[in-house]
């Protein structure tokens, strides 16, 4: 499969069409909105849980960097439960035949269309890394007009986009093009990894998991 992403944008002074605002982010420069308190306190400590707790954590923590963190501090508070996750998390994070523009691109969609801060801010770092245009993550923020991208990337942020939009439906005309390019097991592993990331986004955003210091922000944007 041919890595994608590798065109940017037309850009006009700066600007990505549609969007109407400059292509430019300082860290520092843009805080995140004030949030509610946290509402249930991470698990931080491995030396309290039981046996089955301890496995769970570990489980989570193996192929981490030996952290729990993130949505997963709190998930531990049901040890099955984010072993389980973090189990489907792993087959998401390297296992899809997604390339790591596309999943990553998949990924930060997701967040905006759930309005996960931490998603977001957690993704948007690694998308660029790999390939994802900056001003292609300027269109997916603030929900811009995706006619100046590249078709694939049209294809993939109108997928993300109608699937979790009111309809929670995608269009033949969406589905179709972008089945013929990816095919039939791609396009499953499309699914489950946008299903996944909005399960994750919903106990962030349940919980009220706050992003973390100095992450990018996601730009507020009327619905």
């Given amino acids: 499969m041919t890595l994608i992403l590798a ?66 501090g709190v998930l531990m508070h049901s040890p099955a439960a984010a072993e389980r996750v973090a189990r489907v ?28 801060d931490v998603e977001w801010a957690g993704h948007v770092r690694i998308a660029l890394e790999v390939g994802v245009p900056e001003a292609t993550v300027e269109v997916v923020a603030n929900r811009g007009d995706v006619s100046g991208l590249t078709a694939h990337e049209q294809q993939i942020i109108n997928y993300v986009r109608e699937l979790l939009g009111p309809k929670r439906r995608v269009s033949e005309a969406t589905f179709n093009p972008l089945h013929a390019r990816l095919g039939d097991r791609t396009m499953v592993d499309l699914a489950t990894l946008v299903g996944y990331y909005g399960m994750i986004g919903c106990a962030l955003n349940s919980f009220e998991v706050p992003p973390p210091a100095g992450g990018r922000p996601l730009p507020r944007i009327a619905r």
């Fill in 89 to 116: 998390g792993d087959h998401v994070r390297f296992d899809l035949a997604l390339t790591p523009a596309e999943r990553e691109l998949a990924i930060i969609c997701t967040a905006r269309e759930y309005d996960v």
């Fill in 7 to 72: 065109d940017s944008p037309r850009q006009v002074n700066g600007q990505v069409p549609g969007l109407g605002h400059p292509l430019s982010y300082t860290p520092g420069s843009v805080r995140f909105p004030r949030r509610l308190p946290m509402r249930i306190q991470p698990v931080t400590d491995r030396e309290p849980l039981d046996a089955a707790g301890k496995q769970a954590w570990d489980a989570v923590a193996e192929r981490r960097g030996g952290r729990v963190g993130g949505p997963f």
